[in-house]
């Protein structure tokens, strides 16, 4: 970080400077000028102050020769062999961005027994997928992921690497990361790379008020993670031209302070990631029994109820149908929102759908600027009667929930 230096030798009067600060952050002690930490580099003490005496001066940067580090890796994120389907949607933008620099795409398999997996990942199109096939990888266990992390970095130096923000994901990343003393971007929302390699990390701050565009051109490689459902997955290769490479690492690196006694599988539950259809009750609702009216609307279009944090944090509906950045972000084919203001945090969750349908009594609620289709008007009538018109086009023997709803008269 800039500092402000002092040239004591140069100060005729050290006491009458230190009134020079505003923020009282010049203190004399025994004739000898410091600074504190009430400094905020405001530089009015070189400015006012006696010349030579303050100087400001700038940290020499690091540096990197990023002609060493290439290509955009990507970390299979897995469980007992099953690949998580953030990876494909990062090995979609991995392949998008390597394609930019004309630089390959690696991915990243850690785990026991994982042969048939790594073959799958190869029809995502990846030009490497470097495989630790070990015992002690059978389970997560950070330390032995990290070492097998770290040692896969050290052998193919990428030059950015893509992580799931799973509860894997986000618990590995930083510890890499941080090994190699480089920066992470967490839950990113877009990404982009220059023609020198640097990623450009784009990502909500400030609870959604901004979006902040980070850098990390002075250390390599570049860690971002993101979140399931933000990009979408690319096709799948009919004929693959990748390799797998096997690959082994010191076994005193995967010494782990963690035993693993007992795995007890848990009930999957399907959650408001993976639904089609999806119809958001929010503040606009009165009561708790109303979303009875959001529930029914769901079952005739064979979707899920999620909500706004409004709702959460009311008690009517659970923490895992929040849909946002403190919730969950969800890419459906069809999104109904009901009572739903729009705020930026909640659209930040879910702007990515194919077709979003707003109904809301205020025409200048900021939901109407994301939706693809925008109702005005009451929705204790607007729904009731949207449920019986899905349910004649049903019944008329349609099924396609966005078709139908365009049916209805929806007007962009």
Same mark, same amino acid.
């Given at each position: 970080m800039p500092q402000i230096?002092?040239?004591?030798a140069k100060a005729e009067n050290p006491q009458s400077l230190v009134a020079l600060c505003p923020f009282d952050a010049i203190e004399c002690i025994d004739g000898v000028l410091s600074i504190n930490s009430g400094c905020r580099m405001c530089r009015l003490c070189i400015k006012n102050g006696q010349s030579g005496v303050f100087e400001y001066v700038e940290d020499t940067r690091p540096s990197v020769d990023k002609s060493l580090w290439r290509g955009v890796a990507v970390f299979a994120d897995q469980t007992g062999g099953q690949i998580h389907p953030v990876t494909w949607e990062l090995l979609?933008?991995?392949?998008?961005?390597?394609?930019?620099?004309?630089?390959?795409?690696?991915?990243?398999?850690?785990?026991?027994?994982?042969?048939?997996?790594?073959?799958?990942?190869?029809?995502?199109?990846?030009?490497?997928?470097y495989v630790y096939d070990l015992p002690e990888l059978e389970h997560f266990r950070i330390e032995p992921y990290a070492a097998v992390f770290e040692d896969f970095i050290n052998k193919v130096k990428p030059s950015v690497v893509l992580v799931g923000g799973t509860s894997i994901g986000r618990s590995l990343a930083p510890r890499v990361a941080a090994r190699f003393r480089t920066g992470l971007t967490a839950d990113c929302t877009m990404l982009d790379?220059?023609?020198?390699?640097?990623?450009?990390?784009?990502?909500?701050?400030?609870?959604?008020?901004?979006?902040?565009? =980070? !850098?990390?051109?002075?250390?390599? +490689?570049? &860690?971002? /993670?993101?979140?399931?459902? #933000?990009?979408?997955?690319?096709?799948?290769?009919?004929?693959?031209?990748?390799?797998?490479?096997?690959?082994?690492?010191?076994?005193?690196?995967?010494?782990?302070?963690i035993k693993v006694l007992e795995v007890k599988p848990k009930r999957r539950e399907v959650g408001i990631e993976e639904a089609e259809v999806i119809v958001v009750a929010g503040r606009g609702l009165k009561k708790r029994e109303d979303l009875d009216m959001i529930r029914e609307l769901a079952v005739a279009l064979d979707g899920r109820v999620a909500s706004t944090r409004s709702l959460i944090e009311a008690g009517?509906?659970?923490?895992?149908?929040?849909?946002?950045?403190?919730?969950r972000t969800v890419k459906p084919k069809l999104i109904i929102t009901c009572g739903v203001?729009?705020?930026?945090?909640?659209?930040?969750?879910?702007?990515?759908?194919?077709?979003?349908?707003? =109904? !809301?009594?205020?025409?200048?609620? +900021?939901? &109407?600027? /994301?939706?693809?289709?925008? #109702?005005?008007?009451?929705?204790?009538?607007?729904?009731?009667?949207?449920?019986?018109?899905?349910?004649?086009?049903?019944?008329?023997?349609?099924?396609?929930?966005?078709g139908c709803l365009q049916a209805c008269g929806g007007k962009a």
């Open positions: 230096v002092i040239h004591q979609g933008k991995a392949a998008e961005l390597a394609a930019k620099i004309k630089q390959p795409v690696y991915c990243l398999l850690a785990g026991h027994n994982v042969a048939a997996a790594a073959s799958g990942i190869l029809e995502y199109g990846p030009d490497e997928v790379i220059r023609p020198d390699t640097d990623l450009d990390q784009i990502r909500p701050a400030y609870g959604g008020n901004i979006m902040a565009h =980070i !850098n990390t051109p002075n250390h390599r +490689p570049q &860690f971002a /993670t993101v979140r399931y459902k #933000i990009f979408s997955a690319p096709e799948k290769v009919a004929v693959p031209n990748g390799r797998i490479i096997s690959c082994g690492i010191d076994q005193a690196k995967l010494a782990s302070a009517w509906t659970e923490p895992k149908q929040q849909i946002g950045l403190s919730g203001s729009g705020a930026i945090q909640f659209v930040a969750g879910m702007n990515n759908s194919e077709l979003i349908v707003a =109904i !809301n009594e205020d025409e200048k609620a +900021p939901i &109407f600027k /994301t939706a693809h289709i925008g #109702i005005v008007g009451d929705m204790y009538q607007i729904i009731p009667a949207l449920i019986n018109k899905i349910r004649d086009y049903k019944a008329a023997g349609h099924g396609n929930p966005a």
